[in-house]
């Protein structure tokens, strides 16, 4: 699948469920209102539309959430989609987790295929933790990444920069994930979804003078390492670690684009940051014995996928750049 701009569309990022027992406080609202369950494409359902995506070219597959590993039975649909690396056909099989799950199913993951992780931790103080999650437990995720290690999987970091809340820890998060052997990526605030009494411009950290003020302590050497996301790496010389950036606001990541997202309800996304979608859930539920018309959808959309997205957080722009949570469009 090659989009208007010659960019090769291989990773496909898709939510499995909006829910999560955590509520960020850049993320969602406390009070969340999720999707009733027929709305939510079955894990029959996912299966189909994944491979879909696979027949058409992508290599790499991502499932998110929400919380991914909350959804019940999620161990089937990894099971069922390990297949395609048995086959080649997928390259590589992935997961965005909070982590809360990790203790009870890192073991089946490897041995189902996945290799690695990516567990979202904003801060090592726990009642900071606690503060930023609502209800998460800083503990429990730890012993997640200890189950993950054990495991055998790589693991990487993601900390989203709160000004005011969490700049104050990043050489502690790199010395830890120095010590444990972690990747460590820091990300800039997204203005998506309606947080509730959360500012969106009290929280916007500029990682550019994130990197600045860190390469004071440490020696950022540029690497040319790449996930298949958007990440820019350097080399933490005194750790050894890999430390990325992303940066959808400073500096945007748009020219080398080449994902794409499925919601829990099955809209496909060509852009993170724009409101253009296609429903996939209605030739999926409409041709149950033939994949013509969900595959005809898909080439359709891709054929519409942006140059880029349009986020701005600036005191004219504090609210969201679009209306849908990152919990429903998937990490």
């Given at each position: 699948m090659i989009d208007p701009f010659g960019r090769h569309i291989r990773y496909l990022r898709v939510s499995v469920t909006d829910r999560c027992d955590f509520r960020c406080v850049y993320c969602m609202a406390e009070d969340m209102e999720f999707l009733p369950k027929r709305e939510v494409l079955s894990l029959e359902e996912l299966d189909r539309l994944c491979s879909t995506f696979v027949r058409q070219g992508v290599k790499k597959l991502r499932l998110t959430g929400g919380e991914p590993l909350v959804r019940r039975g999620i161990m089937q649909l990894f099971r069922g989609l390990s297949r395609h690396l048995e086959s080649g056909a997928l390259e590589e099989l992935t997961v965005t987790t909070n982590g809360s799950q990790l203790a009870r199913y890192a073991a089946e993951l490897a041995s189902l295929g996945v290799r690695r992780v990516n567990v979202s931790i904003d801060t090592m103080d726990e009642r900071k933790f606690a503060e930023i999650t609502r209800r998460g437990s800083?503990?429990?995720?730890?012993?997640?990444?200890?189950?993950?290690?054990?495991?055998?999987?790589?693991?990487?970091?993601?900390?989203?920069?709160?000004?005011?809340v969490n700049d104050g820890e990043f050489d502690r998060l790199i010395g830890w994930c120095g010590v444990e052997g972690f990747d460590l990526t820091l990300i800039e605030v997204m203005p998506m979804g309606d947080i509730g009494g959360e500012n969106r411009l009290d929280q916007y950290l500029p990682l550019s003078m994130v990197r600045a003020d860190l390469a004071q302590r440490w020696t950022l050497e540029d690497i040319d390492y790449q996930t298949?996301?958007?990440?820019?790496?350097?080399?933490?010389?005194?750790?050894?670690?890999?430390?990325?950036?992303?940066?959808?606001?400073?500096?945007?990541?748009?020219?080398?684009?080449?994902?794409?997202?499925?919601?829990?309800?099955?809209?496909?996304?060509?852009?993170?940051?724009?409101?253009?979608?296609?429903?996939?859930?209605?030739?999926?539920?409409?041709?149950?014995?033939?994949?013509?018309?969900?595959?005809?959808?898909?080439?359709?959309?891709?054929?519409?996928?942006p140059k880029g997205h349009d986020f701005i957080i600036d005191r004219r722009h504090s609210g969201p750049a679009v209306p849908r949570h990152m919990s429903v469009t998937g990490g």
């Open positions: 800083l503990p429990v995720v730890l012993q997640g990444l200890e189950a993950a290690k054990r495991a055998g999987l790589q693991v990487k970091i993601n900390a989203v920069a709160l000004k005011g298949g996301g958007p990440a820019r790496y350097v080399r933490v010389k005194e750790t050894g670690g890999r430390l990325g950036f992303i940066t959808p606001l400073t500096h945007n990541f748009c020219e080398s684009c080449n994902r794409v997202r499925v919601t829990c309800t099955g809209m496909l996304y060509m852009c993170l940051g724009q409101e253009d979608s296609a429903d996939l859930r209605a030739p999926l539920r409409a041709s149950p014995g033939d994949d013509a018309p969900l595959e005809a959808a898909i080439r359709e959309a891709i054929a519409r996928k």
